[in-house]
């Protein structure tokens, strides 16, 4: 039997799964050549080559492919034990990444973040504000906050709840039009768009009835928080999350329209990798977040 470093390996996994030696350098916080040199000396070690290097990319030999395959579960699973060894309920450490979009990374994660490392304060968080629906194994990603539907059948998820967009516009506003009496009135009105088209429909739904606005877009973004700044300024009216806007319709500088109306659910999900042994530390955090956005959120 040959004599394996196993930690070669978990070098040799997630050089695969990042699919760059550098890329997986930065995720094991060491050097790109020290990640060359284990890979070679696994290669010694078996006796067989994995890799075909380029200058700008690799690829797999057949010995490579299947070592990664068949030695990834096992891998994982001891990953799993190992990380557990060291966790407990009273005594929890080590590291989780999470990745939330950017809106809720803004408003609401420095809260909670802080909230929970001051009840577990040896477990390191790095927290990933971004839009993109990166892949969690690729990138080495623990958790994720996704908003819609779940379209990942590798993920587990467990759902939040759903966030309610509801219309808004700015006090400056209703000095140059009158304010809506009914919901057809929006019509009329300059609406801000986060989607961007030329002419669009807003589906909305009351208790009672649900309705479609014909809007032409006064001004187009894709980003919420520019959305609120333009509508705290005059410019439109437009759809946001409750949660981004509590402040400033407390200080009466945004105004809720039509608050019985609101635009279709959207489903928040928290999910992370299938996996057989889950440390302690990720399983805190999923709960704990699970029940602070949940309240944060709606």
Request: net charge positive; with cysteine.
């Amino acid at each position: 039997m040959r004599d394996i470093d196993l930690n070669r390996l978990l070098v040799f996994k997630v050089v695969v799964l990042t699919g760059s030696f550098s890329k997986a350098g930065l995720q094991m916080r060491m050097p790109k050549s020290r990640v060359s040199r284990q890979i070679a000396s696994l290669e010694k070690e078996l006796g067989l080559p994995l890799i075909y290097r380029t200058t700008r990319s690799f690829q797999l030999t057949q010995a490579g492919k299947d070592l990664f395959q068949r030695a990834l579960p096992a891998l994982n699973d001891i990953e799993g034990v190992l990380q557990n060894l060291g966790d407990s309920k009273t005594d929890m450490q080590g590291r989780v990444r999470f990745t939330v979009p950017e809106d809720v990374g803004v408003e609401l994660m420095a809260g909670l973040c802080h909230e929970f490392q001051l009840a577990h304060p040896r477990v390191e968080i790095d927290l990933i504000v971004d839009n993109r629906s990166i892949d969690l194994v690729k990138e080495g990603v623990d958790l994720a906050l996704r908003m819609g539907k779940v379209k990942d059948s590798s993920m587990t998820g467990k759902k939040l709840g759903e966030v309610h967009l509801g219309l808004y516009a700015g006090v400056a506003l209703f000095q140059r039009h009158a304010r809506p009496q009914k919901i057809e009135d929006l019509n009329q009105m300059p609406f801000l768009s986060f989607f961007g088209s030329e002419a669009q429909s807003i589906k909305l739904k009351s208790p009672k009835a649900s309705c479609s606005l014909k809007v032409k877009p006064h001004f187009n973004c894709n980003n919420f928080f520019v959305l609120k700044k333009m509508a705290l300024a005059g410019n439109g009216f437009t759809l946001l999350p409750s949660y981004l806007v509590r402040e400033e319709v407390a200080r009466g500088d945004l105004i809720p329209l039509f608050k019985e109306w609101h635009h279709e659910e959207v489903p928040v999900h928290l999910l992370y990798p299938q996996q057989k042994n889950m440390p302690p530390r990720l399983r805190v955090m999923i709960d704990f977040m699970a029940r602070r956005l949940n309240e944060k959120m709606s």
